[in-house]
């Protein structure tokens, strides 16, 4: 939680975990704090931890029956000095958890959650303010808005100060963030871990590929990526080899090697050295010269192939357990498609500019100038599956690398058949793939990218657990389907694309798209030969149409999911339309579950424009005839689904009037 005034803070130290309950005083000793009509609070709110969740029930215990109460949830622009704050999750999504939770805790209250961009937020904006809650070690920031209140003439604020209890039940008046929870923590413990917490299940688990367990080390500039793998490299020299691209690339430049000649067709005899080499400092010159930005993309276009060829070269020949292929370009350049798992290293600005100016002689201007260039390690993220930070001492990170290795061994030592007795998901799409002739070396792959994808960071719904529930419903009806393998790639890759911002149908064309790629990969003799699997569509008629080949009716079911309505369905189809759609026809509780997992996902719009569209939407699908293509699902889910869409639209429009005002 931000700052001065909206934290209850960031500092990490060793201590003694402690029972956080909150209790609260007025800032006046011995004077009971007063029911507010409009009560206000703020932080960061990352993580939404169940210290959060007391702050919050307290600022709702301050507030009237059918009073307001506005939370100022603080904007990214304010986190650039926050410890980790790559994995501090987007101000949309912290905004959606802490509305989500006190709609649930106070439906009486008028809620409204703000993204702030500065230290005090509504509090020294809204004259009709009438409490704000505070931690104790932001007392003084009350005092400070309540100060600025009075000369912009607004009324001061009640100030209601949040306390721990410690052990002996009193008051602990240090209020020590070390001795409570904190968002910093649950971060810092994210480190060296498997982002989501989930397994990886990657070609290398295969017995027949028996080249090495494979790491990508990738992060910013400076940000202590060669200083990981050579304390790895030192300590764990007799099963460990590292792979220095940058070395590589040198290597590559080389007279008598293809890029040495493919350097000179592009960009001219010129840069050739007097010792018959390539001259770096010639081909520098002309690639970053001119600020011609298509002088380095041919550059990389024809160095980094290479790069990648060398290094899948030296993968088959090693004999090392684990290799690690370090890069700062490793994503830019596809590389991360060589490796079994990736490695982010990152560390804050300030320490990087440090090392830039240290080691490199660069003035503050122009380390800033190579810092700010590169991609930043929130754009990285996504394609990363570990993270480990180099802030603060060599032992500190020492420790995070050893950590990071501990688990990386477990997970290298996992088999096949640990993980698909683990993972149901996992085991049908083993079960399914092998079936149709698929190697298990792609299998293992493909499943990777699925679950990869499924598991990204800012999925809510479209997750795994999605393809659990539709193929719960795919077992209870799958006497009824009569091509059950082609259903189940249907669901295996309807959503593996998606992304919420993206325009009407562009995601299940890429997820359709996807298992064409698997299948030109992994199929071919099904992609190729359309009689071959007798297959019929079922988009509009269960009369055979043997010319149409698996590849070619999946892909069509997927993208059909961008239209459920357009027309009608039968058969095979609709019975995966409405196994993708059985949620709306799910228990209540289920339901909100789901409606709540949506808005989760579409963060980065304002909340009332989201309501007003996501409103319209339900009431689009409840004009319609039915909601669902065959009588089971008519029978069972129809009612259910419409009471569910009219109570979801009903709440959603409640609460755009009020949201006006902020």
Known sequence: MLGFLWSIGTTLKKSVPRRFVLQ????????????????????????????????????????????????????????KNKYLVELIEPAGVRMNFVAQFLRKIRPDLRVYV????????????????DTIVVSEETRAGGDKCNELRIKKGYPPMQVVVAGLIGADGNIDPANKIDEKLSSSKLRLNCLGKFLDGGKLMCRKFIPEVQSPYTVGVT?????????????????????????DCDKIGHFVYVKGKPCYDELIAHFGPTIVGSDGEIDRKKLGSIVFGNGNKGNLEALNGIVWPHIAEEVQQILQASTAAVCIVEAQVLLEAGWDELVD??????VSRDQALQRLMKRNGFSQEEAQKR??????????????????????????????????????????????????????????WISVTS????????SSKWWRFLRDHYCATLRRYHTLHHLEEMFAHFDEHRVALEQPDAVALAIFFHDVIYTASAEHA???????????????????????????????????????????SLEDVVAGWIERTARHWDGDAKGDLAYFLDFD????????????????????????????????????????????????????????REELARSNISREAVALLSRVAPLASY
């Open 24 to 79: 609260t005083a007025t800032h006046s000793v011995g004077i009971q704090a007063a029911m507010g009509d409009f009560v206000c609070l703020g932080g960061t709110f990352d993580r939404l931890h169940k210290g959060h969740e007391v702050l919050l029930r307290e600022a709702c215990g301050k507030a009237r029956q059918g009073g307001r109460i506005v939370v100022g949830v603080t904007g990214d622009v304010m986190l």
């Open 506 to 548: 562009v995601n299940e064309i890429e997820s359709a798209r996807a298992f064409r790629n698997f299948c030109t990969e992994c199929l071919p003799q099904h992609a190729t030969d359309n009689a071959s699997m007798g297959m019929a569509s079922t988009e509009t008629s269960e009369a055979p149409a043997p010319t149409e």
């Open 114 to 129: 703000t993204e702030i961009s500065d230290p005090y937020g509504p509090s020294i904006t809204d004259p009709a303010i």
């Open 581 to 636: 759609l059985a949620v709306l026809g799910s228990a209540e509780d289920r339901y909100q579950e789901y409606a709540q997992s949506v808005q989760l996902e579409y963060y980065h719009y304002p909340e009332a424009e989201f309501c007003r569209g996501r409103a319209k939407f339900l009431q689009e699908i409840a004009d319609r005839e039915h909601l669902y293509f065959t009588d089971v699902f008519r029978q069972c």
């Open 341 to 346: 798992e990736t490695w982010l290293v990152t």
């Open 435 to 442: 079936a149709l002739g698929v190697t298990a070396a792609n």
């Open 371 to 428: 810092f700010d260039s590169q991609p930043s390690p929130r754009q990285r993220m996504p394609k990363c599956h570990v993270l480990i930070s180099t802030e603060g001492s060599i032992d500190n990170l020492q420790l995070h690398a050893s950590h990071a290795w501990d688990r990386l061994l477990s997970r290298r030592n996992t088999t096949l058949t640990d993980i698909v007795e683990g993972n149901n998901l996992a085991a049908r």
């Open 219 to 243: 992060g910013g500039i400076a940000s202590g990526k060669s200083s990981i793998c050579d304390f790895l490299q030192q300590r764990f020299a007799d099963s460990l080899q590292v792979i």
